[in-house]
């Protein structure tokens, strides 16, 4: 056997090498980057190029380099001072500075056995980097979010993406920083699977252990996978301390379940199970939670289920379920960590079957049909609510078509039996047919409207005093405006600013309702809404009687360049020719000749500053009977002040202040204030600090609010997040949306809020 001596060398190996070129000084390659391709045999093998000082051996058998050597194949390379290759194998072992390239992941260490046909192998002493990306870059890539390293003992490399460490250690901060690590006594990486797996897991924060598990699995990069989520913990005055270990079930792109038992040291074990689907014609979910013994409630067992689902028929149909219900009236403010919620006293459930199609080139119809229950919750004894009436079912029909005799023509139709366990119950038929002419002109526009609502009533006595009875009310409307327009500028800004009087005429004669029963029928308040609209009550119950104008006049801002609207002014009156003689029962007849006046004004009133004020205005006794101004400034993502105030006379006064502000060194206020002047107390209040340093994140919060039956809940959350690991404690991330608007979860890695790559919710 010929000893091969080569001073450096820069080859392909291939299966089989073809004979290296004789010269004067000795066996040398003609090009330092000659590619050897494969015999044709094997022309399906990949070719392995390799780079050394000096190379003792026979390339095409065995061989030994050293000095600077690389061996490199797609998609894997390998550098040391000192490598042996066994051809026909395709295993190597290297010492010496070895490091290993497999796609983008790189791993370092003093030893290394591995074989490039299997992808198996060892290394001792390893340091890795572990990138999102499976393959290279072209060169070495920055150190991201969703990237990983750490040391290790040993590591194992157990096939394309795949390693098993011993004693190793894991993080996600960059190099550099040593804020926190996952430490394991073993630890498996899957990053097709995007799956770490921990045992004997202990994590270390700033030097310091604060979470040990026999057994941890997270995703890599913080995607979808089953597994136990990072156990919730806090703190409320209803439940005590509390600890939530919630496992969540990946069992399909398109669907998932979460199982979270809450440990709750006043009232017991609460166990909450979610399960979410998504189909191409239909989605949903189920909620449902179970309290078998409340401690604080004599043992008594409490209960809920939510269950969503929304159905794509054929022909363009559609359906809709919906199902709510609670074991008992004070399952929410006992149990629930939200207003939202505790505020919550009549609960829907309903089934819901609508569809339609065209009539006409333009016109269509649409059919609806819904059958729905409520339940009613009394929290406070004190304050009864009375229950909502049932529709067992409503169907409702509607159709329009243009160029009906020169006209437009729309119909209304609805078909609805209400049932009420001690209120009178019925079916009432509804039937509104009308025709509308609309003529309009690039500067003004008048659409007269003429209908005829009939109603048909047939009550179920049983000593109500109602009777079975018809109702029909004609009803003419005309709907006039002009838009004038000319540019302006504003600080040298140019902008386009109309000027859009409107004139609403009503006339609906009187018919006398008082013997009808009111089903679903309320008093409207006035506002922008309901000032243009015919019917001064919700609902088909009270038809008002109606000799009436109103006259606004709406002004706008539009940038002279994109036509977006920058600021918009309006103010509006009623006026009434006839005194009111439709009521609802019990409530007294409006006498005066006008509405209150409705003012407002909303947009942008400087960079970054957006103010919205709503005025109504009695001019009768020349007083303020409702009055909101809010303010928003958010010059960046992290950086939000809301300010705002409502008060409706001899009812409501309250102040509201929320923030969320960069108080420098990665640090952030969160703070809210709800308070009612009225009743001298505070609604709602909020307090918390949140850290974002490079590759972790910490929230700390106190939220009290007061509940329905005039007490108050206190809730604390505590979050650490490691960025691409976990997140160990309560999370507190909806209470911070529902409190601040325009609240900015801003990424850990970001600790400017200013700088921040942020995503809005």
């Not at 460490?165 to 190099?175: I, M, N, Q, V």
């Not at 009977?625 to 809301?642: E, T």
Request: charged share 20%; net charge neutral.
């Amino acid at each position: 056997m010929k000893k091969l001596i080569i001073t450096r060398l820069s080859l392909a190996l291939a299966c089989a090498l073809p004979p290296l070129a004789q010269s004067q000084q000795g066996l040398t390659l003609k090009s330092q980057s000659a590619l050897f391709p494969p015999p044709s045999a094997m022309s399906d093998e990949l070719p392995l190029f390799f780079e050394a000082d000096r190379v003792h051996g026979r390339p095409d058998v065995e061989f030994e380099a050293e000095g600077n050597v690389r061996l490199r194949r797609r998609g894997q390379a390998v550098s040391a001072d000192w490598l042996r290759f066994d051809k026909p194998s395709g295993e190597f072992a290297a010492h010496g500075n070895v490091r290993m390239e497999r796609g983008a992941d790189v791993v370092e260490g003093a030893r290394l056995r591995y074989n490039l046909e299997s992808e198996h192998g060892s290394m001792e002493q390893p340091r890795y980097t572990l990138h999102k990306g499976a393959e290279p870059a072209g060169g070495p890539q920055p150190f991201r979010a969703t990237d990983g390293r750490g040391r290790a003992e040993r590591i194992l490399f157990e096939g394309p993406g795949l390693y098993r460490a011993e004693r190793a250690e894991y993080t996600s901060c960059g190099p550099g920083q040593e804020d926190w690590y996952l430490r394991a006594g073993e630890l498996e990486i899957d990053k097709g699977r995007d799956l770490g797996v921990a045992r004997h897991a202990t994590i270390e924060f700033l030097g310091a252990p604060i979470f040990y598990t026999p057994y941890l699995s997270f995703s890599l990069h913080q995607e979808r996978k089953s597994g136990f989520i990072t156990p919730h913990f806090g703190s409320t005055n209803t439940g005590g301390v509390e600890a939530t270990v919630p496992y969540f079930w990946n069992i399909a792109p398109n669907r998932d379940a979460t199982i979270s038992p809450r440990l709750m040291t006043r009232r017991g074990l609460l166990t909450h199970g979610e399960f979410r689907y998504l189909e191409p014609g239909y989605l949903g979910e189920a909620r449902a939670e179970i309290l078998p013994n409340d401690r604080a409630k004599d043992g008594e067992q409490r209960s809920a289920y939510f269950i969503r689902h929304d159905q794509a028929l054929p022909a363009g149909w559609s359906g809709r379920l919906n199902l709510q219900r609670v074991s008992d009236d004070t399952y929410f403010t006992d149990l629930s960590t939200q207003i939202s919620k505790t505020s919550q006293v009549q609960l829907p459930s309903d089934v819901v079957l609508g569809g339609g199609g065209s009539w006409g080139s333009a016109g269509g119809y649409g059919l609806t049909a819904l059958v729905q229950r409520w339940q009613t919750l009394q929290p406070d004894p004190l304050q009864p609510v009375t229950p909502a009436y049932n529709r067992l079912p409503q169907i409702t029909f509607t159709a329009s078509r243009p160029e009906v005799v020169r006209s437009d023509f729309d119909f209304y139709g609805q078909y609805t039996t209400f049932d009420h366990p001690t209120l009178t119950s019925g079916t009432r038929l509804v039937a509104y047919p009308s025709l509308n002419l609309p003529l309009r002109l690039p500067y003004a526009s008048l659409t007269p409207k003429a209908g005829v609502h009939v109603t048909r009533y047939l009550v179920d006595t049983n000593g109500s005093g109602y009777a079975d009875q018809d109702r029909a009310v004609p009803i003419f409307t005309a709907d006039s405006s002009l838009i004038f327009e000319r540019p302006t500028s504003i600080g040298g800004a140019p902008f386009l600013q109309t000027l859009e009087p409107r004139l609403y005429y009503v006339y609906i004669p009187f018919r006398d309702q008082s013997t009808i029963p009111v089903f679903d029928s309320a008093q409207q308040d006035v506002n922008f809404a309901t000032i243009y609209s015919e019917n001064q009550f919700s609902g088909w119950d009270r038809i008002n009687d109606a000799n009436q104008l109103t006259i606004g006049l709406n002004s706008r801002f539009l940038g002279a360049d994109t036509g977006a609207e920058r600021l918009r002014a309006g103010i509006a009156q009623r006026y009434y020719f006839e005194d009111q003689q439709v009521t609802l029962p019990g409530a007294t007849a409006r006498t005066s000749s006008r509405s209150d006046l409705l003012a407002a004004v909303s947009g942008a009133i400087a960079p970054y500053l957006r103010a919205d004020v709503g005025l109504q205005y009695s001019t009768d006794i020349s007083r303020t009977q409702k009055f909101n101004a809010s303010a928003r400034y958010q010059p960046a993502p992290g950086k939000v002040l809301n300010l705002s105030y409502r008060e409706t006379i001899d009812t409501l006064r309250q102040t509201d202040i929320s923030t969320q502000w960069p108080l420098g060194l990665g640090w952030t206020g969160l703070a809210r204030w709800n308070y009612s002047i009225e009743d001298s107390r505070t609604l709602e209040g909020l307090l918390g600090l949140e850290y974002n340093a490079d590759c972790w994140g910490l929230r700390a919060v106190v939220h009290r609010f007061a509940t329905t039956t005039e007490q108050a809940s206190t809730s604390f959350f505590v979050q650490l997040e490691l960025t691409g690991m976990s997140r160990i404690g309560s999370n507190p991330m909806e209470t911070l949306r529902r409190n601040i608007s325009g609240y900015t979860r801003l990424d850990p890695r970001s600790p400017r809020p200013d700088e921040a790559s942020a995503s809005y919710y």
